[in-house]
């Protein structure tokens, strides 16, 4: 089966510095990434997806960078704001159905 | 838009009770899936419902079970409840064409606090 693992789990940063958390997945079949987004007391929303034809993806002050050679996707955050202090998880999905193996996540703090 | 939600916020049961927790998804979406997020853990998938059918189950036993209705909304339901059954429950809701054959965004619902004393 499919394991997910973040390298850090806790990152600290400065508010206006970027982000970058990291995250290692195992089976060389998956095709579908996703980073979520958790605050306290709430479920899990949705950041950025990319998928495996791809290797890299932007949104709004977010980048996915995905490398199939060593298994590994990050998720950058530019200019990190307190309002980004939350735990982030990455997800990994393989075979066209939304099955995901969820990592353990990063929690990301801001210092203001 | 109604996004999801979830009933009740908290519960507490006793080991070998029973528990139906609900989710409401989201409105237009047809797909429901249910995940049990141990505490400093990510979620675990438990499985999914599309148009009423149970569409992929995760590694978790039979006294997992659950429902989907005609209005899309969904129950878990876990017989001969454990200690490691405490957990954070989460719905998560979806638009899919055809049975799991899309990567479509999954919105999540708060989630449920189980705990089992």
């Known amino acids: 089966g499919e394991s997910v693992g973040l390298h850090l789990p806790t990152l600290s940063v400065q508010e206006g510095d970027n982000s970058i958390i990291n995250c290692a997945y195992s089976?060389?079949?998956?095709?579908?990434f996703i980073w979520y987004k958790q605050e306290s007391g709430k479920g899990p929303q949705f950041i950025i997806d990319i998928r495996s034809n791809m290797d890299k993806r932007q949104g709004q002050r977010v980048t996915v960078l995905l490398n199939k050679t060593v298994k590994h996707l990050s998720l950058q955050i530019a200019a990190t704001q307190p309002g980004d202090s939350a735990v982030y998880f990455c997800a990994v999905a393989s075979g066209g159905s939304y099955i995901p193996t969820f990592g353990r996540g990063t929690s990301l703090i801001v210092h203001p | 838009e109604t996004g999801v939600t979830q009933s009740p916020t908290h519960l507490i049961k006793t080991r070998g009770q029973q528990v139906t927790l609900r989710c409401s998804s989201q409105s237009g979406h047809n797909t429901v899936s249910w995940y049990q997020q141990a505490l400093g853990q990510g979620p675990q998938f438990i499985f999914q419902?599309?148009?009423?059918?149970?569409?992929g189950r995760g590694n978790f036993p039979p006294r997992f079970s659950g429902l989907q209705f005609p209005n899309y909304s969904s129950e878990l339901n876990v017989n001969a409840l454990e200690l490691d059954d405490s957990a954070l429950y989460l719905c998560?809701?979806?638009?899919?064409?055809?049975?799991?054959?899309?990567?479509?965004?999954?919105?999540f619902g708060p989630g449920t606090r189980l705990t089992v004393l």
């Open positions: 419902y599309y148009r009423e059918e149970e569409n």
């Open positions: 089976n060389s079949a998956s095709d579908y």
């Open positions: 998560a809701s979806s638009w899919d064409l055809t049975s799991g054959s899309l990567y479509n965004e999954q919105f």
